[in-house]
């Protein structure tokens, strides 16, 4: 391969800002990857019909990889969210999403190093609910045997490929005996076939008390759908939130790496967008398609402008502009 | 009422050495008390028997209020955690886990004061699981209008009876459309009859990341039992643990103050253990009887003997014993 094709979805709100901001910095390293451009809604979708443009999932299963920004999440609506959409039409099971003190940020801990391993595609995710009796509703958690065998082997692949100390499963099987139990069974199945990885579980929230209290007791966390969703919040929250933080979305055959936070419709298009979390997404990207170099020349080049802070977003409590903290990290390069 | 009754159960581990604690400190202090002793587990239960001492539910049934010691909790086993099956049986339908700044021990946040208001009866405990096919667990989430409106209406009340400031509602109802769209639905109804009272909501993944970075930006939190489950640790994790925190199990009749760490098998019996949290849950009590001079009088020896520092448990950094530390809390008295 001497490019890859990558389908860009730059997403609602300043999704296309921050998506510029991506592409403006990839073209000044000289990466090897041309775009696809791509819209996630069907702009001409019919109040009640799926706003889902399924021309993108095509392109996406042709191409094998995604960039996607940040897409509004309608709440109560009828539809499942984008994210949700996604990941579940193209089995992208692993939700991998590291959190990694940022160098010039300063937050209450320091050295923060922990990746959220999720499983992606079942759990309280399944979509499926029903009303039994007038007034209550039931919700399935779905929990199969084989979801959680390949979010397991997924993990501990994850923490050899990467060098990483520890696995952790994160739980609740003392409450939720069968499902959880299950999956705890798993883990522990492809723990044994690992002896080199120290293994260890714990419940859910006790976990959580002790990664805000004590983070670096932590390495590898791994662990069902909704508490993914949680814990990858409670870890952004530690190094400075979601407008930092990666994340990939990973199946067999396709990947989409993803900024996870909101599309902020109040500063869209006023070009005070923070691209940082997509940047660190498109890195990890990088990093799938073994262009290492280019990966870490654009990992070093945010960083310094974040060190020397003096050319910072709003968010960052700076006062730059998205497009002259892009040139910035563009002339580190 | 010049004497009420309360059913004490000290639980396993530490549990005896905790419940000590707070006898001898209500004696010191005059606290109009008298003490039922019951065991929770019955230990004439044969294997795969109900382990559950039925003679103690009897007891909390006639006088009301219960002060409960921690518990172990059996993962895999078949039964509930004692815990659980207590907070059933008796309908106690709002468990109540205040976490505050502990004057004297610090840690990285300060001036926490949150308090999570968690519906205690439904929700992922519904104990209600089977393998619908063979590698596949269903495991139901029951969300009732019933129980959405009384944790709704027990928030609102609070924050209006101990003057907090707002409340926030926690919830993903972008992903349990019906099940958390019903819960919303229902405090949003509540939070309309009490319009003096700011009122807001959170996706859980979100208000778990800012209760990390910025937990200033709440008061009182209510929520779906799982989510409580969490966000009470999480808030523990912020001001030093659950061996620092209180919580209630609050029915329309009964009521179960409960220290809900650990029981700590490993230094059971040695005199190490810390009894704040079960002191604190004793002072929620306290209040809830309406006995407010004792309270804080018992509150204020707390804070001074953790202000002044020199006599402190081992988890807290110090070499005291138990019962030094009892005695000095007595001291101050
Ligand atoms: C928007 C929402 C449906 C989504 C999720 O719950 O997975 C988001 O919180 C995330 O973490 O990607
Ligand atoms: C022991 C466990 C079943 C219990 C729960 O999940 O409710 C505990 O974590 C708690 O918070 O009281």
Known sequence: FSSFRVVLMPGDGIGPEVANSVVDIFDAAQVPISWV???????????????????????????????????????????????????????????????????????????????????????????????????????????????????????????????????????????????????????????KLHPKVPYFEKNMDTGCGILVSNPSNFDVMVMPNLYGDIVSDVCAGLIGGLGLTPSANIGEEHAIFEAVHGSAPDIAGKNLANPTALLFSSIMMLKHLNLLEHAEKIEKAIHSVLVEGTVRTGDLGGRSKTTEYTKAIIDKI
Chains 1, 2 share one sequence.
């Open 37 to 191: 451009h791509a819209d996630l809604i069907n702009k001409s979708a019919k109040p009640g019909e799926d706003p889902f443009n399924r021309d993108t999932l095509c392109q996406i299963r042709e191409h094998k990889i995604g960039l996607k920004g940040p897409t509004g999440t309608p709440i109560g609506g009828g539809h499942v969210s984008l994210n949700v959409h996604l990941r579940r039409e193209l089995d992208l099971y692993a939700n991998v999403r590291p959190c990694k003190t940022v160098p010039g940020v300063r937050t209450v801990y320091e050295n923060v190093d922990l990746v959220t391993i999720r499983e992606n595609t079942e759990g309280e995710y399944s979509g499926k609910e029903h009303e039994v009796i007038p007034g209550v509703i039931e919700n399935l958690k779905i929990v199969s045997e084989r979801a959680c065998l390949r979010i397991a082997r997924y993990a501990f692949d994850y923490c050899e490929k990467y060098g990483r100390s520890k696995v952790h499963a994160f739980h609740k099987a003392s409450v939720m005996k069968m499902g959880d139990g299950l999956f705890l069974k798993k883990v522990r199945e492809i723990a």
